[in-house]
């Protein structure tokens, strides 16, 4: 683990015209790694979903009233309750995206942080 001398930023190993550098995704300070790739380790896995584990569906209504209920104004019909639930649809060092579905109307629709 080295940290950007630049920034602070936690560095990366990267592989820079055929040589493992570390480069730091903020600024993008490089220094080429010293001794080559000895030492290193880089683990990489990327995982896969199917379809139907990215998709959420919430249409049967003994699962929709089992969601938690809260103050929202829905922008299709202007209802002030709404059903939510929360999911990382992005990446773990970000905030999470908040759903929400309309009480009276059903019309789904999301919140950033």
């Known amino acids: 683990m ?4 630049s920034c602070g930023s936690l560095m990366m190993m990267r592989n820079v015209d055929g040589k493992m550098s ?9 220094e080429v790694a ?6 290193f380790t880089i683990l990489k896995q ?6 139907k584990e990215r998709i959420i569906v919430v249409n049967d ?3 929709l009233e089992a969601l938690p209920k809260t103050r929202a104004i829905c ?4 209802y002030h309750e709404a ?3 929360v999911v990382q649809t992005r990446r773990a060092d970000e905030p999470p995206t908040r759903f929400f579905k309309c009480a009276q109307c059903g019309h789904v629709w999301r919140e950033y942080d």
């Open 61 to 63: 209504q003994k699962k």
């Open 46 to 51: 990327q995982i896969r979903h199917s379809e």
């Open 75 to 78: 922008p299709k019909c202007g």
């Open 22 to 30: 570390w480069v730091c995704p903020s600024c993008g300070y490089r």
């Open 83 to 85: 059903y939510y639930w």
């Open 2 to 5: 080295k940290f950007c001398p």
């Open 34 to 39: 010293e001794g080559g790739t000895q030492g």
